[in-house]
């Protein structure tokens, strides 16, 4: 199946801001400018008091250089003695203001907020209500930090960042690694939000069981999530109802604690 990637929106401000200073660049540049990601902070060991990450907007493109028109044939044969006036040369757009600036970092993060608010009040979405998983730090079990109860309900980590505030495996950089989420309400399922709020990237394949027990790989691949950011695998509804999705992790291919925070199952009762 394939998965749609919300992308991060803890980078949308710089995103934001990095396309309004290039549209002060020459009219020639037609094509935007890739916005760089922000560098997401060092992703150290959790500690034992918590540390202190969610969708995302394309930046505005570069004004595209005006098109050049074509002079009619015939007329061009009429007047081939007249030689034409010189093109005005373009003249260089001003930079950005910081005025301008600030205004589109603060549009940046208000399209932050309404993209995180439309998920969080999805009417066919569900947060997990209960979980396991293959490990957990310090071998954590029940509601403790690193727990793998860590993972269920709304997103409650808001900086990308190691936290007790989300599941951790026991050891990072381990390799395979699994987290399976248990939602209320069975449902025909249509996608999965998994939130990940640090070392982002490690999740390789996202199952969801019918009711005899039996495991339906709805994704799978290479998982491209940046920072603080959901991986969102949309498929077409399943044939049968499900409440339980398991998440693989390949803990070695982002180096550091890969961390879930949240698990959302989308779908319907019909």
Not at 174 to 182: R, V
């Amino acid at each position: 199946m394939n998965a749609v990637r919300i992308a991060s929106l803890t980078s949308i401000a710089a995103s934001s801001v990095l396309a309004l200073a290039l549209s002060g660049c020459s009219e020639a540049d037609s094509a935007p400018a890739a916005a760089a990601a922000v560098p997401a902070p060092a992703n150290a060991a959790p500690a034992a008091a918590p540390a202190a990450t969610t969708t995302s907007v394309a930046p505005a493109a570069a004004a595209a250089a005006p098109a050049v028109v074509a002079a009619d044939a015939s007329a061009a044969a009429s007047t081939a003695t007249a030689a034409a006036p010189p093109a005005p040369a373009a003249a260089s757009a001003a930079p950005p203001t910081a005025a301008e600036i600030e205004a589109a970092r603060k549009k940046a993060q208000i399209d932050w907020a309404l993209k995180q608010d439309e998920i969080k009040s999805d009417p066919n979405g569900q947060w997990a209500s209960d979980a396991k998983a293959s490990s957990t730090l310090n071998d954590a079990k029940g509601n403790a930090s690193y727990s793998a109860n860590q993972a269920t309900g709304e997103p409650n980590v808001q900086v990308y960042s190691t936290t007790p505030q989300a599941w951790s495996s026991k050891t990072a950089d381990s390799g395979i690694e699994w987290l399976e989420l248990t939602f209320a309400k069975p449902v025909f399922a249509t996608a999965v939000r998994v939130r990940e709020s640090s070392g982002s990237g490690a999740v390789i394949k996202i199952e969801v069981f019918d009711e005899k027990g039996a495991g339906h790989t709805v994704w799978s691949g290479s998982d491209s999530t940046k920072e603080l950011n959901y991986l969102i695998a949309a498929f077409p509804k399943t044939t049968f109802k499900t409440n339980r999705v398991k998440l693989t992790l390949a803990t070695n291919v982002i180096s550091g604690w890969n961390q879930i925070d949240a698990v959302q199952l989308v779908g319907t009762n019909q």
